[in-house]
């Protein structure tokens, strides 16, 4: 019986916290990590080559440039390296991988157009995990 107890109160603690971040964010929660040994969806993949070289351009703090990525939705060495360095202009651990972490700062670094806002969205957002916090 207390275990029931514990597991419902967990649920339920669990739902209030995502009902919170919904109502204020959007974008895929649910979207697969992407990477060398995740998926490799070409929109996803697509998403991730674009906002990167948005972040290229438009980036407030950029430093040691890196050459664009080819916009080709293919997942390779390139695109590996590309993810590191903008992994670590945000000074995250540069692992290579598009989490929750990297995808939320692709979201709000990358390219508002594909990318939608926190109250629009847009065509990234369904394919990069993570969330938009206003």
């Given amino acids: 019986m ?20 919904t109502g204020t964010a959007h974008a895929s929660l649910d979207a697969p990590y992407i990477g060398s040994g995740y998926s490799t969806n070409t929109h996803a993949v697509w998403c991730v080559q674009h906002d990167i070289n948005y972040y290229l351009t ?3 703090h950029v430093t040691n440039k890196i050459a664009a ?3 080709d939705g293919v997942w390779g060495a390139k695109t590996e390296a590309g993810v590191r360095w903008f992994q670590g202009q945000l000074s995250e651990t540069p692992d290579g991988v598009v989490g929750a972490l990297t995808g939320s700062d692709l979201l709000m670094e990358g390219d508002p157009y594909y990318n939608g806002s926190p109250t629009a969205p847009g065509y990234c957002d369904q394919y990069i995990p993570g969330i938009w916090a206003p």
């Avoid at 109160?9 to 971040?21: D, K, R």
């Fill in 2 to 21: 207390r275990k029931t107890a514990k597991g419902m109160t967990s649920a339920a603690l669990a739902g209030a916290a995502l009902l919170a971040l």
């Fill in 69 to 71: 990525l080819a916009e």
């Fill in 58 to 60: 438009h980036g407030a």
